[in-house]
């Protein structure tokens, strides 16, 4: 480590760095520094998401990362800051937000930016103390790396670190810094925070660095009608719908679908009170203080085309021409429910798409609900049943039997016009055996919680390959315990 003039102690982790965001000028962040924590250990680290980065194992196991990955030193080159937005919080304008606790150290020469949160006060912290407390830091590392697992898009998770510094929330935790990392962390909330002070030209100027660095295609003349702002709505509306359809299909429930908590590119971001359903309660609300149930499971599709009509009402002044900016947000309306029947068909084992593959799936998730049905193992079951032509471990979960067999008639026949091997094949690589529940999260910050790290490995471990059968895991993929449901989330993190 060398001091450079103003002291701050730099580490070198061979980094190159190109930040993109800071080009964009002071009107769009604060520079600073993370404030440090004492005494750092590793929680955990991703192996994938260092190698996306070009860091080494040595070179993660170092106490120069440990220091850097905690905010503690400057990594070299890079230039620190917090960006503000604002956004709509529970359907309300909730005005100036920003980074209030995470801190862009910036974009890495390869086009990933890396985010400390948990990494001190900002401007933007408002009443809050800058801080993540271990226990959520683990929920978004776990769940950061799951979801990519599950092929759903979303910011990775570098590291967590943990300090012993005491955090206040609804009773003494411990602080801890999750590395995130992502081609870009711009939110809904970036362009409703210019729009909403009438700073045109900023607003303009985040739209063309979006636009060129992440939609340059939107710049082609025959898209919508030479419009890159419509266009960029359009694409933002398609990768919103996409994300939608992956998260219905998998049973996560976000919890917090604020605007200032929708990613630009698509990407499920701020993993806060999120959950993945045990049984299947479309009405499911993960988030203890959402009171009105404006998150519930079964609502997230209608919220974020909500979220997209903020975005839009943002992006206006750009456009200049509310029935393009409508045209544009169509698509939401057709892509969601395409990509959403594509993933249960998946689901299914179904190769061809058929006229009544919607019934199918109408029919089913009703089923689930009336019975409640744990969501997870009915489908890993029905790909095994399909596999072994053996459906009674999945009769087993039905309490109705004969409304299931009639609708296993039906399912039978059109799975019957396909190759059942292929379909047995698909169903394994589209329903996941393992997916972070919340009692399996609860017992490894537990654990953790102790200075015991094994379980979040374990867990990481098996969530990373979520497909996979990983023998002798065979607890980590059952049905969760009584104790499960009265775990209580709250966006206090
Ligand atoms: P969230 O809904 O959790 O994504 O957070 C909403 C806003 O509150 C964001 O601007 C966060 O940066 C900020 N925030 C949340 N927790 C804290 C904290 N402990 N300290 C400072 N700011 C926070
Ligand atoms: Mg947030």
Redesign the pocket.
Same mark, same amino acid.
């Given at each position: 480590m060398t001091l450079p003039s103003d002291h701050t102690p730099t580490a070198d982790l061979g980094l190159a760095w190109n930040h993109g965001f800071a080009a964009l000028g002071a009107d769009f962040f604060t520079e600073l520094r993370p404030t440090p924590l004492p005494s750092p250990r590793w929680v955990s680290t991703s192996a994938q998401v260092a190698g996306l980065l070009g860091l080494s194992d040595a070179q993660m196991h170092s106490d120069a990362a440990l220091q850097a990955f905690t905010g503690n030193v400057l990594l070299s080159g890079s230039r620190p800051l917090a960006s503000v937005?604002s =956004?709509h919080?529970f359907g309300v304008w +909730?005005g100036q937000?920003?980074?209030? !606790? +995470?801190i862009l150290l910036g974009e890495t020469a390869n086009g990933l930016e890396v985010q400390l949160k948990?990494a001190g006060?900002?401007p933007?912290? !408002?009443? =809050?103390? =800058?801080? +993540?407390v271990l226990r959520s830091s683990i929920r978004e590392f776990l769940c950061s790396e799951a979801m990519h697992g599950l092929g759903i898009p979303t910011s990775r998770a570098l590291c967590i670190t943990a300090s012993p510094a005491p $955090?206040r929330r609804e009773e003494t935790e411990t602080a801890a810094v999750v590395t995130r990392v992502a081609p870009s962390f711009v939110r809904f909330?970036h362009f409703e925070h210019f729009a909403a002070n009438g700073h045109d030209a900023q607003l303009r100027q985040l739209a063309d660095y979006v636009i060129d660095r992440y939609y340059p295609e939107c710049r082609a003349p025959l898209s919508f009608g030479g419009n890159p702002y419509a266009a960029l709505l359009h694409a933002v509306s398609e990768r919103t719908a996409t994300l939608m359809a992956a998260w219905q299909s998998v049973g996560f429930c976000h919890g $917090?679908m604020?605007t200032?908590?929708m990613s630009i590119l698509g990407l499920t971001i701020?993993y =806060?009170p999120f959950q993945f359903l045990d049984a299947f309660v479309p009405g499911h609300v993960c988030n203890h203080s959402d009171s009105q149930g404006r998150y519930a499971f079964n609502r997230q599709p209608n919220v974020a085309y909500w979220n997209m009509f903020c975005l839009a009402q943002a992006l206006l002044p750009l456009i200049g021409d509310q029935e393009l900016a409508k045209e544009a947000l169509e698509s939401f309306k057709t892509v969601f429910p395409e990509a959403f029947v594509a993933r249960m068909r998946n689901k299914l084992g179904l190769l061809q798409a058929r006229e009544g593959d919607a019934e199918l799936i109408d029919g089913i998730l009703l089923l689930l609900a009336r019975n409640g049905v744990d969501y997870t193992i009915f489908w890993r079951r029905l790909a095994h049943a399909v596999q072994a032509g053996q459906f009674e471990p999945v009769r087993d979960l039905f309490a109705d039997r004969t409304a299931l067999d009639a609708w296993l008639l039906s399912y039978s026949e059109l799975l019957g016009q396909s190759n059942q091997a292929l379909a047995a094949d698909l169903m394994l690589k589209s329903n996941p055996r393992y997916v972070l529940r919340n009692h399996l999260g609860e017992q490894a910050i537990r654990a953790a919680k102790l200075g015991d790290f094994s379980e979040v490995h374990t867990l990481q471990r098996l969530l990373e390959r979520p497909f996979d059968e990983h023998p002798g895991h065979e607890a980590y993929a059952d049905f969760p315990p009584d104790w499960a449901s009265s775990i209580e989330i709250s966006? #206090? #993190?």
């Amino acid at each position: 480590m060398t001091l450079p003039s103003d002291h701050t102690p730099t580490a070198d982790l061979g980094l190159a760095w190109n930040h993109g965001f800071a080009a964009l000028g002071a009107d769009f962040f604060t520079e600073l520094r993370p404030t440090p924590l004492p005494s750092p250990r590793w929680v955990s680290t991703s192996a994938q998401v260092a190698g996306l980065l070009g860091l080494s194992d040595a070179q993660m196991h170092s106490d120069a990362a440990l220091q850097a990955f905690t905010g503690n030193v400057l990594l070299s080159g890079s230039r620190p800051l917090a960006s503000v937005y604002s =956004g709509h919080q529970f359907g309300v304008w +909730a005005g100036q937000l920003g980074d209030g !606790r +995470a801190i862009l150290l910036g974009e890495t020469a390869n086009g990933l930016e890396v985010q400390l949160k948990g990494a001190g006060l900002t401007p933007y912290s !408002r009443m =809050g103390d =800058g801080r +993540a407390v271990l226990r959520s830091s683990i929920r978004e590392f776990l769940c950061s790396e799951a979801m990519h697992g599950l092929g759903i898009p979303t910011s990775r998770a570098l590291c967590i670190t943990a300090s012993p510094a005491p $955090v206040r929330r609804e009773e003494t935790e411990t602080a801890a810094v999750v590395t995130r990392v992502a081609p870009s962390f711009v939110r809904f909330g970036h362009f409703e925070h210019f729009a909403a002070n009438g700073h045109d030209a900023q607003l303009r100027q985040l739209a063309d660095y979006v636009i060129d660095r992440y939609y340059p295609e939107c710049r082609a003349p025959l898209s919508f009608g030479g419009n890159p702002y419509a266009a960029l709505l359009h694409a933002v509306s398609e990768r919103t719908a996409t994300l939608m359809a992956a998260w219905q299909s998998v049973g996560f429930c976000h919890g $917090v679908m604020n605007t200032d908590n929708m990613s630009i590119l698509g990407l499920t971001i701020d993993y =806060g009170p999120f959950q993945f359903l045990d049984a299947f309660v479309p009405g499911h609300v993960c988030n203890h203080s959402d009171s009105q149930g404006r998150y519930a499971f079964n609502r997230q599709p209608n919220v974020a085309y909500w979220n997209m009509f903020c975005l839009a009402q943002a992006l206006l002044p750009l456009i200049g021409d509310q029935e393009l900016a409508k045209e544009a947000l169509e698509s939401f309306k057709t892509v969601f429910p395409e990509a959403f029947v594509a993933r249960m068909r998946n689901k299914l084992g179904l190769l061809q798409a058929r006229e009544g593959d919607a019934e199918l799936i109408d029919g089913i998730l009703l089923l689930l609900a009336r019975n409640g049905v744990d969501y997870t193992i009915f489908w890993r079951r029905l790909a095994h049943a399909v596999q072994a032509g053996q459906f009674e471990p999945v009769r087993d979960l039905f309490a109705d039997r004969t409304a299931l067999d009639a609708w296993l008639l039906s399912y039978s026949e059109l799975l019957g016009q396909s190759n059942q091997a292929l379909a047995a094949d698909l169903m394994l690589k589209s329903n996941p055996r393992y997916v972070l529940r919340n009692h399996l999260g609860e017992q490894a910050i537990r654990a953790a919680k102790l200075g015991d790290f094994s379980e979040v490995h374990t867990l990481q471990r098996l969530l990373e390959r979520p497909f996979d059968e990983h023998p002798g895991h065979e607890a980590y993929a059952d049905f969760p315990p009584d104790w499960a449901s009265s775990i209580e989330i709250s966006c #206090s #993190s």
